[in-house]
């Protein structure tokens, strides 16, 4: 008997858990508390700042020359865009399936997103999508890269060459992934990372920026510290890091000095770990795809590596009795004692992206036309939404053994899909 059913379930948790708990993010904290700053806009007390250092080190993991981190993610593509100088009457193209901040924050900057379908292999953006939406006002493509995949890096490239429109890549869920040698997040004009708590690397809240662009740089400072930038010259006790340009109007995004010690204390686990998680997800693919109604995602020949956020699997929804996705991850809880749940809906359907609900973002019926987007349709988000189950990385980073039990966990519910 199913476990949904009352009868014994495969296992009774004992997965791993996020965010990590270690006693060395324990000690940096506490140093942080101890120190007399916490913040990267307070006076200077004779000890480097946790946050250039985790900018130094964050930088170097990505292979890139500069990071800017952040109070989170949706700060980091606030000032990305803003770094571009793009703000009214502009057009950023972005994926219809992500996480709503892709989308919202183009709207913060008073550019207009705009929604394309997904690739059906990657489930990231389409590159002939976002081609046939270009016009003489589209100023960036952010590609996002999602779930264990990446948006094909090589096509938005290209496209980008031929274009000249800059890209931004959200890797908020891609820390360390690998597309042809080079990280993600560090291909586009700039790249933006969350460290939210379920994020593959956190502070709890927390966001960077990455780029190789000096000019770029020096932006992003200011516009992440109400416009002020690093100084240069030697630091003095009680002097500030931190001066007024004039040349970038900025808000508040900074990091605090206790978040940037908790990344600090994590970063050289992180390698490790991602590839645990992928070699983990290698393992469940080739079992789960065994099943033959169960569809791993094609990993693109150019993704290296990939990083793990969450694990998503496409479903033939006849062989589980055409039950709604909410029902068979249920199952699949009760069974392992792991949540297992439905991919974000797309946006144009999505109860998080309402921009019409907020008077900042449209001033005339016009705009507010332009902003509508519940009767837009795209199709293949729309399949994947509707056919697909999704696991957290935290799942990931124990052994094959972990995977065994959720191969088991399907095939019972196979075999019993009548109970369900
Ligand atoms: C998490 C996430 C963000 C936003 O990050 P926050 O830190 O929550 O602001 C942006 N884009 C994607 C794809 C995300 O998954």
């Not at 916490?38 to 500069?66: C, H, M, T």
């Not at 033959?292 to 290296?304: A, D, H």
Request: net charge negative; glycine share 6%.
């Amino acid at each position: 008997m199913l476990a949904i059913n009352g009868g014994k379930p495969i296992r009774y948790g004992g997965w791993h858990t996020w965010p990590p708990r270690n006693e060395k993010t324990i000690t940096q904290v506490t140093k942080v508390l101890q120190s007399g700053r916490w913040a990267i806009s307070g006076p200077y007390v004779n000890s480097p700042l946790f946050e250039e250092e985790f900018a130094k080190q964050y930088a170097e993991f990505n292979g890139v020359r500069y990071c800017v981190p952040t109070a989170n993610g949706s700060s980091a593509l606030v000032i990305a865009l803003e770094a571009l100088g793009i703000g009214i009457g502009d057009e950023v193209i972005v994926p219809v399936l992500t996480w709503v901040a892709t989308a919202s924050t183009v709207l913060r900057v008073n550019a207009t997103p705009v929604f394309v379908d997904i690739d059906p292999n990657t489930l990231c953006m389409s590159v002939d999508a976002a081609r046939s939406v270009i016009t003489e006002r589209t100023k960036a493509i952010i590609p996002v890269h999602l779930h264990h995949s990446m948006a094909d890096m090589n096509a938005f490239i290209a496209l980008s060459e031929e274009t000249g429109i800059p890209l931004i890549e959200d890797a908020a869920q891609a820390h360390g992934a690998i597309w042809r040698g080079q990280r993600a997040g560090s291909m586009g004009r700039l790249g933006t990372f969350s460290f939210q708590q379920s994020k593959v690397l956190t502070s709890g809240e927390g966001g960077a920026v990455i780029t190789n662009d000096p000019e770029l740089y020096e932006r992003l400072q200011q516009l992440r510290a109400d416009s002020r930038r690093w100084v240069s010259e030697p630091r003095k006790l009680n002097g500030m890091q931190l001066i007024a340009s004039g040349k970038v109007m900025g808000a508040n995004y900074c990091l605090s000095e206790i978040q940037a010690a908790m990344l600090l204390a994590q970063l050289p686990y992180l390698e490790e770990q991602l590839k645990n998680c992928a070699e983990n997800a290698e393992y469940l693919d080739q079992k789960l795809a065994s099943l033959e109604c169960l569809y791993p995602l094609k990993q693109p020949s150019c993704l290296e590596r990939r990083t793990v956020y969450e694990y998503i699997i496409g479903i033939d929804r006849e062989a589980f009795g055409n039950h709604p996705i909410e029902r068979i991850c249920e199952a699949l809880k009760a069974e392992l004692g792991l949540c297992f749940y439905p991919p974000d809906t797309p946006l144009h359907q999505s109860l998080l992206y309402q921009p019409l609900t907020k008077k900042r973002f449209s001033n005339t019926s016009e705009k507010a036309k332009i902003l509508d987007v519940s009767g837009l349709s795209f199709p293949i988000a729309e399949e994947a939404a509707q056919n697909s189950i999704v696991c957290h990385h935290a799942a990931f980073l124990g052994s094959k053994s972990d995977m065994d039990d959720i191969v088991v966990a399907f095939e019972k519910i196979l075999t019993n899909v009548n109970e369900l």
